[in-house]
């Protein structure tokens, strides 16, 4: 019973964290997500090598770059995932510093049940009655969203999708999460560091403030620690229990875009927020009942 409530008090201080991340973000509206992406990429792979030598796991990362040389499979499914991450990344620091922050959280509202769509389409999982209408639901939502609002919420469905194959990804990889994301970081950081050089090399303007780069370098640390405490919680914690907690950090990240940043919540976002959180419910709701029932069945 205690770690099962350590492990919910890691996941909630996780999705919180996820949560408020956007506040980090605005901090650094004034330098262009791409840039921002680079740092959080090279600055994530020092932490997190940092990390792994004050665990003394170092000697296990080596093994696992080495396994991976020879399971060309996982090396690929590796670099797919580091990847969908970054993508991922770079959608949402562009959406939040250009004012989407209520899309963004939409997309991660979404993200549930295109997960289930994945698992149905990719691994032939069940889907139960009501998670279809789960889904005919959310769908409802998106198609009144582009009709009324005028356009289609490509940032809302670009980072479900980014995030939701991301996770597919990460089924096929039988690698450690802390392992996992120094990898992941590993094989992209290259490519963020050549993109700060060049950055560097094309810019004239004045240098950046130290509060800037404080913020830059602390980027890597805001990334990895929510992970960290998510994958710590996750060993203690049911599924179910998960599934619920993740609403948190959509849910905050939408009441700052509303109340803090005043982004404009219309009829339109009301109607189409409205069939996904009632879709969400139902999923959630389903999910537990057939569960429940499953195991009455084999009790």
């Known amino acids: 019973m205690e770690n099962k409530k350590i492990g919910a008090i890691y996941a909630l201080f996780a999705y919180v964290l996820w949560g408020i991340l956007p506040l980090y973000w605005k901090m650094l509206q004034h330098i262009r997500a791409e840039e921002i992406l680079s740092y959080r990429i090279v600055t994530s792979f ?114 479900a999708c980014s995030f939701a194959l991301y996770g597919l990804v990460k089924k096929v990889i039988k690698v450690d999460a802390t392992i996992g994301l120094t990898i992941e970081t590993m094989f992209v950081a290259p490519f963020a560091l050549a993109w700060i050089i060049h950055s560097f090399s094309q810019w004239h303007g004045p240098s950046f403030s130290l509060t800037t780069m404080v913020l830059l370098a602390g980027a890597g640390p805001a990334t990895a620690l929510p992970l960290l405490y998510f994958s710590k919680g996750a060993q203690h914690i049911s599924l179910t229990v998960l599934g619920f907690l993740q609403y948190i950090s959509p849910t905050l990240s939408l009441l700052l875009g509303v109340f803090l940043f005043h982004e404009p919540f219309t009829n339109a976002h009301m109607y189409a927020f409205s069939c996904i959180w009632t879709a969400l419910l139902l999923f959630s709701l389903s999910s537990t009942w057939e569960k429940r029932r499953e195991k009455s069945l084999n009790v």
């Not at 998670?131 to 409802?140: D, G």
């Open 46 to 159: 020092l932490f997190m090598v940092a990390l792994l030598f004050i665990q003394k796991s170092w000697s296990t990362f080596l093994r696992t770059c080495q396994w991976l040389w020879k399971e060309k499979k996982q090396a690929v499914a590796s670099v797919m995932a580091a990847f969908l991450i970054s993508a991922n990344w770079f959608i949402y620091i562009w959406a939040v510093n250009h004012d989407h922050m209520i899309e963004a959280s939409l997309g991660y509202y979404m993200n549930p049940l295109l997960n289930v769509v994945l698992g149905v389409i990719v691994l032939k999982e069940r889907l139960y009655k009501w998670q279809v209408v789960s889904f005919i639901l959310a769908a409802v939502g998106v198609v009144f969203m582009t009709v009324e609002y005028g356009k289609f919420p490509w940032i809302a469905l670009s980072l």
